[in-house]
T-cell receptor, first 106, second 115 residues
Framework: GIQVEQSPPDLILQEGANSTLRCNFS?????LQWFHQNPWGQLINLFY???GTKQNGRLSATTVATERYSLLYISSSQTTDSGVYFC????????FGGGTRLMVKP | GAVVSQHPSRVICKSGTSVKIECRSL??????MFWYRQFPKQSLMLMAT?????????EQGVEKDKFLINHASLTLSTLTVTSAHPEDSSFYIC???????????FGSGTRLTVV
């Protein structure tokens, strides 16, 4: 199956800072999703992004399918951005990376 | 948008008993549903894939006789943890997909504690 690596595994930011999360995957994929898992465990879909760039408010994502990576940008981070960010490329099924655990300090 | 409802959100059971978790697609027909397990501070691991009207496909290492999956309708899949033991304590999450959906939608998860 697809191997997925996310970096960094842990990230601490001061409120207002920007950050970039990376997701590398080992094979061609049909689609890719980025999720935010909040402290209660709920997975919230952020982006469906098989290729190209999408933006939604302070978040944007870019997937370069030919080079097998995706990036999630968080600008002007807020404490509510804290949680775990997962990328999940889809081949036959979604495969989750190990996640980036983000803590935003006030 | 697509909504997946999962119940219960939290359950505590005694060792040796069985627990059923329900996953419902509220506004779409889910031809395929997936069950994941997540241990603390770890990623989601796929347990099984269920297709409406057929037997579930289990991932390697997942005991099909212990984790019974039923997908009897296009809107409901259930996961039953049989003869639960403390090591089965975990966060279980379902997701649902349909051929018309771009991606997958996740339920809110069930935190199972076996005492």
């Amino acid at each position: 199956g697809i191997q997925v690596e996310q970096s960094p595994p842990d990230l601490i930011l001061q409120e207002g800072a920007n950050s970039t999360l990376r997701c590398n995957f080992s094979d061609s994929v049909n689609n890719l999703q980025w999720f935010h898992q909040n402290p209660w465990g709920q997975l919230i879909n952020l982006f469906y992004i098989p290729s190209g760039t999408k933006q939604n408010g302070r978040l944007s994502a870019t997937t370069v399918a030919t080079e097998r990576y995706s990036l999630l940008y968080i600008s002007s981070s807020q404490t509510t951005d804290s949680g775990v960010y997962f990328c999940a490329p889809k081949g036959n099924m979604l495969t989750f990376g190990g996640g980036t655990r983000l803590m935003v300090k006030p | 948008g697509a909504v997946v409802s999962q119940h219960p959100s939290r359950v505590i059971c005694k060792s040796g008993t069985s627990v059923k978790i329900e996953c419902r697609s509220l506004d779409f027909q889910a031809t395929t549903m997936f069950w994941y397990r997540q241990f603390p501070k770890q990623s989601l691991m796929l347990m099984a894939t269920s297709n409406e009207g057929s037997k579930a496909t289990y991932e390697q290492g997942v005991e099909k006789d212990k984790f019974l999956i039923n997908h009897a309708s296009l809107t409901l899949s259930t996961l039953t943890v049989t003869s639960a033991h403390p090591e089965d304590s975990s966060f279980y999450i379902c997701s649902a997909g349909d051929s018309s959906l771009i991606g997958y939608t996740f339920g809110s998860g069930t935190r199972l504690t076996v005492v």
